[in-house]
């Protein structure tokens, strides 16, 4: 194996890896385990912190600091660390689903959609948006359709997020049952 394989391999970690710790340390999360495979693979799983599309310092799945937890760009995190920061950032998204889009009496499919776009494009910019106003009114399939509209970054149309969107489109068009023991989170 050449040095360049031995460095590119450790650099990139395993999202199924990624996802088992969090199922099994974070168990006060809502998101099934569906929707961690969407952002996942979506995100890709990094040890070294790079720069998105949109330029913003990143490591693991898809972790920025936007969570409060800073990002060291010369240091390689380990799959624990990887989940922590995951863990911690799928909590916010969580919360603000809950606070502005209706989360808690959304069907399984539609709260993790709504978790996932929010995971990936911010509280900030989706608290407002028609998707969540629509989600406010409780859910409908109509705004599953909403998805489709968040495919740019840094201005440009990208094809990664036309395939996010329409998976967490279609993930959101299955109604599935409001799990009971999350009702009394929000």
Do not use: H
Not at 4 to 21: E, F, N, P, S
Not at 83 to 101: F, P, Q, S
Not at 110 to 135: E, H, P, Q, R, Y
Request: hydrophobic residues 30%; contains cysteine; proline residues 3%.
């Amino acid at each position: 194996m050449s040095k360049l394989t031995k460095i590119t391999t450790g650099a990139v970690c395993a999202v199924g890896a990624i996802i088992a710790i969090v199922q099994t340390d974070y168990t006060d999360l809502r998101i099934s385990t569906k929707g961690l495979e969407i952002i996942g693979n979506a995100e890709g799983c990094r040890r070294d912190p790079y720069r998105c599309p949109s330029d913003v310092l990143t490591v693991g799945i898809g972790s920025t600091e936007y969570s409060g937890e800073k990002i060291n760009p010369k240091k390689r995190y380990t799959d624990k660390e990887i989940a922590d920061r995951w863990a911690n950032d799928l909590r916010i998204a969580e919360r603000c689903v809950n606070r502005y889009a209706n989360g808690a009496k959304m069907p399984q499919g539609a709260f993790d959609s709504l978790t996932s776009i929010t995971f990936n494009v911010g509280c900030s910019k989706l608290k407002d948006s028609t998707l969540f106003k629509m989600a406010r009114q409780g859910y409908k399939p109509e705004m599953c359709d909403q998805f489709g509209r968040w495919v740019y970054a840094g201005g440009k149309k990208l094809k990664g997020l036309e395939n996010r969107r329409k998976e967490e489109s279609n993930l959101c068009m299955q109604e599935q049952q409001t799990p009971t023991q999350f009702l009394w989170r929000w």
